[in-house]
């Protein structure tokens, strides 16, 4: 262990920066190392499994399917675009980006997709890549998986719902340059884990005409039917795990004098219910029914998904890449503490694209009120919350009984049931503010309306017999849809008025129930409560700020903030590109736009090293290293309109110019200073007593405290283009104290994030050996040379290293 105790000190001070310096950037498209040292990736596995009995394996010839979602890219200028795209107040209000767009700008790179289907494809795994790039579905055998992913699939019982499940008992794992791009891996179990948020009275026999609120009754109580709209025009996404009877949505739309476009089904992974619906076919009819009744002429696609992880994660991406849709409905949901945190991520992901597209989300925040696990593995006596509800980019709806004059409003209290409460996954927003709103984290529901059974709906739909009929249904899973074609409507009105989409709701309508309109825009549901929370004046956790009065409502969202202008920002593509290292560039972009007068100004990211951008649109320079990018130019007027497009731009190397060379600055240490390496406090030795050098007095000693520690060395340097090799080589010597067979302690070498090996404490031998990596596919770029030491608690492990090179020719 290593006696320098002030070398500790400031290796703990340092401790926040070194974390900090372990982030990985983007990997290369190289070969996949699937011998190197696994990442456990978190919350990979059901918590069903703690309360289930297991009852055997899985046959390893059985087919399974799992979904693998990638990490996003340039995550804080995303925050800050979805800050201001949802924002009034900002110039850059609802000027939303297309699939393409949020592709070029934000989603892994084609690179990063191609390492990790080449992984997938290397453990004789099938692999398709979703439209936006951001999940790869991956098929095979169990025993397959078991090696891709490190796993062992069982199969369970679940006494409290009675169901059988195969799931995976220990967290998935990667090889380390894999996992770098990998946000988590779900579909490793067949667990159901989304239920419909309805609810109705106890009478269950089907009437043989209606009973409960038709549309002209909830219509004219929220003044839906005062907006002078009926949905034309808009597309309405329905998020479903079941399907439905086209002849009983048909029923439904007769009894009432409703028409509009027929609804249609996208099945998500094959799956399409409706030629066999199962005990979820009320849900999905009660979602079609309510969003007809306020926006008969909307369009309706009703994606259908296996109810699994992989099926939910799946339909998201699917969604937001087809971008056939302004707003998504969603009924369906389960306790955020039932819910694996890597699912609940990969969607917010897709979520996090619906709102840079401009689509409204709104979901039910649950039927068990502030238990939200009631009837679930974690059971009532848990505070708890719905998601997808609880998320940021969600309008979650809670649910109110209604009261009604004829077909007018006349009162409303908070229904006892309804969702509401703290979620313990997603952080506060910073729009989540007002009267009513506290706390750190974010709190659920936003807004509500009628959802309680014994002021229910009349819907059309099966009994559990099976026999068609007239039904009351309640429940949130009411309230959301009614608040989704609300918002259908909106849209129909704000095109017409030469403004754009509502899109991510919640920050306009808080910045609304924040003003001086509050009372004329909602009603503000003051009496009733949950177990844990009660309704009052402003917003609360049971009724959020209340349900829509939706005429005064749409005009204070339509004349809220500067508002997105009318203009039309259009920049011409100039199609791929290529260029050569060394040689200049100057390529002139240009731009339309529909208002007379405005100058454009551009900006872009993604282009090569060494070029940039003017704002006049004159992209120039010299490239400094090969590669292919993609490219996102936008141009931006006065008002804040904008427009993008994106292409290819692709830099080869420049032919010859090689000279052979060794490349590494200070390869030995021996100025007895790290410049121009970078590392952490201590790591530049010349204790020759307890770690001597390979040659001369100075060598890097990496860890070697005997208590959890990272230390890291690395230097940047460029390789020219034209080089036909290149080689990195360092002397290792490995010594440990450690008698057991487990890699707990490594020393992870990286080029640009790329892991290149790794070694351990069961590498350990007396004196050096020299090791020596190919850089090859590095030639012509700019890398930064990495290593980083990660010692645990218990008996020390020191990795010491000499005589670096980094060797051209």
């Known amino acids: 262990m290593r006696p320098r105790p002030l070398a500790l000190a400031a290796a703990i001070a340092l401790l926040p920066l070194c974390a900090a310096s372990l982030s990985v950037t983007t990997a290369q498209a190289a070969t996949p190392n699937a011998s190197a040292s696994r990442i456990a990736l978190p919350d990979t596995v059901t918590p069903a499994v703690a309360h289930s009995q297991k009852q055997g394996d899985v046959p390893a010839a059985q087919q399974l399917s799992v979904a693998v979602s990638l990490k996003l890219r340039n995550s804080a200028d995303l925050d800050k675009f979805l800050a201001d795209v949802a924002n009034p107040k900002s110039p850059n209000y609802g000027h939303y980006l297309t699939p393409a767009e949020f592709t070029a700008r934000y989603a892994p790179t084609q690179a990063d997709v191609d390492h990790v289907v080449a992984y997938l494809k290397s453990q004789g795994l099938t692999a398709s890549v979703s439209a936006n790039r951001q999940v790869i579905d991956a098929k095979g055998t169990n025993a397959q998986i078991a090696q891709a992913f490190g796993t062992h699939e069982s199969a369970y019982y679940d006494a409290s719902d009675a169901k059988q499940f195969f799931a995976n008992d220990n967290a998935a794992t990667l090889p380390a340059d894999v996992a770098a791009i990998v946000q988590g891996v779900n579909g490793l179990n067949n667990k159901t884990v989304r239920t419909p948020q309805l609810a109705k009275p106890n009478a269950s026999q089907p009437l043989a005409t209606p009973s409960g609120y038709g549309p002209s009754q909830y219509d004219g109580a929220y003044n839906l039917n005062k907006m002078g709209a009926d949905g034309t025009g808009v597309k309405v996404a329905l998020w479903e795990f079941d399907g439905y009877s086209s002849s009983n949505l048909t029923t439904y739309d007769q009894q009432f004098g409703l028409s509009g476009p027929a609804v249609t089904t996208v099945p998500v992974d094959g799956q399409s219910y409706d030629s066999k619906p199962g005990q979820g076919q009320g849900e999905v009819e009660l979602d079609s029914e309510i969003v007809r009744g306020v926006a008969p002429k909307a369009t309706q696609l009703v994606y259908e998904a296996p109810n699994t992880d992989q099926g939910e994660i799946d339909m998201a991406s699917k969604i937001v890449a087809d971008d056939q849709v302004s707003v998504i409905s969603i009924s369906w949901g389960g306790c955020e503490p039932d819910t694996t945190q890597s699912s609940m991520t990969a969607v917010d992901t897709s979520l996090k694209q619906a709102a840079a597209e401009g689509i409204s989300v709104f979901s039910a925040s649950g039927d068990d009120g502030s238990r939200d696990c009631t009837r679930s593995n974690s059971g009532a006596s848990v505070k708890s919350v719905d998601f997808p509800a609880s998320d940021t980019y969600v309008t979650g709806v809670g649910g109110t009984n209604l009261q009604v004059s004829g077909n007018s409003y006349s009162s409303e209290s908070a229904w006892s049931t309804a969702g509401g409460g703290v979620s313990t996954v997603f952080g506060k927003p910073s729009w989540q503010t007002g009267t009513g709103v506290s706390g750190t984290m974010r709190t659920v529901p936003d807004v509500s309306s009628n959802a309680d059974p014994n002021s229910g709906f009349a819907i059309y739909t099966p009994d559990t017999n099976g026999t068609p009929g007239w039904q009351v249904y309640g429940g949130t899973s009411a309230a959301a849809p009614l608040w989704s074609g609300y918002t259908a409507l909106f ?21 609304v129930a924040n003003s001086s309109s509050y ?114 130019v936008t141009a931006k007027d006065s008002t804040g309109a904008t427009g993008t497009t994106a292409f290819t731009f692709t830099v080869a190397a420049a032919s010859g110019g090689c000279t052979s060379a060794q490349l590494l600055g200070n390869p030995g240490f021996e100025t ?138």
């Open 491 to 511: 849209n129909q009105k704000a095109k017409a008025a030469g403004k754009a989409n509502l899109g991510q709701a919640n920050p306009a309508l808080y910045s």
């Open 519 to 632: 009372g004329t825009t909602f009603h503000d549901v003051t009496t009733g409560a949950n177990q844990d929370f009660k309704a009052g004046t402003g917003y609360d956790q049971v009724t959020g700020w209340g349900s829509p009065v939706a005429d005064a409502l749409t005009t204070a969202l339509l004349g809220g903030g500067t508002g997105p202008t009318s203009n039309t920002v259009t920049v011409t593509s100039p199609g791929a590109q290529q260029a050569t290292v060394g040689t200049a560039v100057n390529l002139q972009l240009s731009g339309t736009d529909s208002a007379t007068g405005q100058a454009l100004s551009y900006s872009a990211t993604g282009l090569p090293a060494g070029l940039s951008i003017s704002t006049s649109g004159l992209i120039s320079g010299t490239p400094t290293a090969a590669g292919t990018s993609t490219v996102a």
């Open 672 to 809: 007895g200073s790290a410049k121009p390496w970078t590392t952490s406090s201590g790591v530049i030795n010349n204790d020759m007593s307890s770690e001597p050098s390979h040659s001369g007095n100075y060598d890097a000693w990496l860890d070697g405290y005997g208590s959890a520690h990272t230390d890291n060395l690395s230097q940047t340097v460029t390789i020219p283009a034209g080089c036909a090799s290149a080689t990195f080589s360092f002397w290792l010597h490995v010594d440990t104290a450690k008698t057991d067979s487990n890699a707990d302690d490594t020393l992870a070498v990286q080029a640009n994030g790329t892991t290149l090996a790794t070694y351990s404490n069961l590498d350990a031998a007396d004196g050096y050996a020299q090791k020596t990596l190919d850089l090859s596919s590095f030639i012509g770029q700019t890398v930064t040379l990495k290593f980083t030491g990660t010692e645990d608690d218990g008996a020390q492990t020191s990795f010491v290293i000499d005589d670096t090179a980094l060797n051209v020719g």
